[in-house]
C-alpha cells in the first residue's frame, strides 16, 4: 500500500519568513495530493491540493510543487503569520472515492 | 462544501463498554470514511463506507470492533466495541462529496476517553 514520509516533525520560523514542508510518497499510481492544516483541537482542514497532471498550484501565500517523477511533494508558505501556526498533513491518493493515506504531520510554530 | 456533524463531541466511557459515534452530513455524499486519531499522531483510516455495501476495513481494523453502519447517503455510525483505554483517541469522519472528486472533508471529531 501507498506510504508517505513527511519532514520536518517541527518547524518554528520567524514571522515573515516562508516555511517548506516536504513529502514524498511510495506508489506511483496516486494522483491525488492534498494538504491539510489542523490547529489544536479542531478538525483537519484542507487548504490546497494539487493533481498528477500539474506541477505547481498556489493559492495566496501557499503553494505546491509536484514532482512525479522523484514522488516527491512539498508545501510552500511564504511571509508567514502567527495564524499559520497549526500541524500540517501531506496525503495521498489514487483519486475518486478512493482511501487517503496521511503523512506523519509538521507542526509549525511561526514566532511574532 | 459539505456541512458534517458528529455526535457525540465527546465522552468518558468505562472499558468494556460500547459507543455508537454518528455521522451526519447535509447532502448526499456516495463515500464517508472514518479515521482514527491518536493524541499527537496522524490520522489513520479505520474503514470506508459506502451506502449500500459492507464496509472496507484496514488492515489491523476488524468489524466485530469496530461495526459500521450506513444506512443512506447522508448518515454513517461507527461503532467502538468492547473499549479498553487503547481505543482513547479521536474519532472523525470524513465525506468525499459527489461533485467534488477527491477531496475529503471532515466532521468535528468525537474526542473517547475509555477509563
Known amino acids: 500500500g501507498e506510504n508517505v514520509e513527511q519532514h520536518p516533525s517541527t518547524l518554528s520560523v520567524q514571522e515573515g519568513d516562508s516555511a517548506v514542508i516536504k513529502c514524498t510518497y511510495s506508489d506511483s499510481a496516486s494522483n491525488y495530493f492534498p494538504w491539510y492544516k489542523q490547529e489544536l483541537g479542531k478538525r483537519p482542514q484542507l487548504i490546497i491540493d494539487i493533481r498528477s497532471n500539474v506541477g505547481e498550484k498556489k493559492d495566496q501565500r501557499i503553494a505546491v510543487t509536484l514532482n512525479k517523477t522523484a514522488k516527491h511533494f512539498s508545501l510552500h508558505i511564504t511571509e508567514t503569520q502567527p495564524e499559520d501556526s497549526a500541524v500540517y498533513f501531506c496525503a495521498a491518493s489514487l483519486g475518486g472515492y478512493q482511501k487517503v493515506t496521511f503523512g506523519t504531520g509538521t507542526k509549525l510554530q511561526v514566532i511574532p | 462544501s459539505a456541512v458534517i456533524s458528529q455526535k457525540p463531541s465527546r465522552d468518558i466511557c468505562q472499558r468494556g463498554t460500547s459507543l455508537t459515534i454518528q455521522c451526519q452530513v447535509d447532502?448526499?455524499?456516495?463515500?464517508m470514511f472514518w479515521y482514527r486519531q491518536q493524541p499527537g499522531q496522524s490520522l489513520t483510516l479505520i474503514a470506508t463506507a459506502n451506502q449500500g455495501s459492507e464496509a472496507t476495513y484496514e488492515s489491523g481494523f476488524v468489524i466485530d470492533k469496530f461495526p459500521i453502519s450506513r444506512p443512506n447517503l447522508t448518515f454513517s455510525t461507527l461503532t467502538v466495541s468492547n473499549m479498553s483505554p487503547e481505543d482513547s483517541s479521536i474519532y472523525l469522519c470524513s465525506v468525499e462529496e459527489n461533485s467534488r472528486r477527491s477531496e475529503q472533508y471532515f466532521g468535528p471529531g468525537t474526542r473517547l476517553t475509555v477509563t
Open positions: 447532502s448526499q455524499v456516495t463515500m
